[in-house]
């Protein structure tokens, strides 16, 4: 089973980085010097993956996702002439994607009181295993839903940290680069945003198990 939350290997992402050139880096590289072709396919190879990160975290079917998708797609456009190769571009896009979700999510949270009320049909149950049979798919479906809930009450710093983290799969190095704060400021976030979900899911011992991916 997939763990949304603990990624304890931090230095796993390095070493798969050095077996394996990102591919898009040089596209990256000639659209942060104004290639059009190479911002075109740039784009075009990204796409699906802002696409899925915003709907992780806006819900499969908010009517928002796809121009917030475009707008985190013109976010790492915009940022591109200040990568330095830190990650992979396919791991940067998405914790931009992250952070302009959350954007978007706390913006709406506020004109609208009472979140996000969009159906249960989230793409956040994609990042857990995915078991067979109704009773599994409705408690992945709850799991996530608590997770998006969660998102809206936890204060800022503690809730990008976390959706960083379980949805955009960064290390704590690349979340506090992404940030801008101190590993250690970003290790107490994380610690807090994690004792807010059990505290939620107390007396749910199977939404915590699933996502959590321990007894």
Avoid: W
């Amino acid at each position: 089973m997939m763990r949304l939350i603990y990624n304890r290997d931090a230095d796993a992402s390095e070493r798969e980085r050095a077996r394996h050139p990102d591919e898009l880096a040089g596209l990256a590289h000639a659209a942060a010097e104004g290639d059009r072709s190479a911002t075109h396919a740039l784009l075009v190879a990204l796409a699906p993956h802002l696409l899925r990160t915003v709907r992780s975290l806006l819900g499969r079917d908010n009517p928002d996702a796809e121009d917030v998708a475009q707008e985190a797609a013109l976010v790492v456009l915009g940022a591109l002439p200040g990568f330095r190769g830190e990650s992979s571009v396919q791991r940067f896009a998405t914790r931009t994607a992250v952070l302009v979700a959350m954007n978007a999510r706390r913006k709406r949270a506020a004109s609208k009181r009472g979140g996000d009320q969009t159906a249960l049909t989230t793409d956040l149950d994609e990042l857990v295993a995915q078991p067979d049979g109704p009773e599994q798919r409705l408690l992945r479906q709850q799991a996530a839903e608590a997770v998006r809930a969660l998102l809206l009450t936890l204060p800022a710093p503690q809730a990008e940290a976390l959706a960083l983290h379980c949805v955009g799969g960064c290390t704590l190095a690349e979340i506090a680069t992404a940030t801008n704060a101190p590993l250690q400021t970003v290790k107490s976030r994380l610690r807090l945003a994690r004792r807010a979900l059990r505290l939620t899911l107390d007396g749910k011992p199977a939404l915590l198990e699933l996502l959590e991916g321990e007894p």
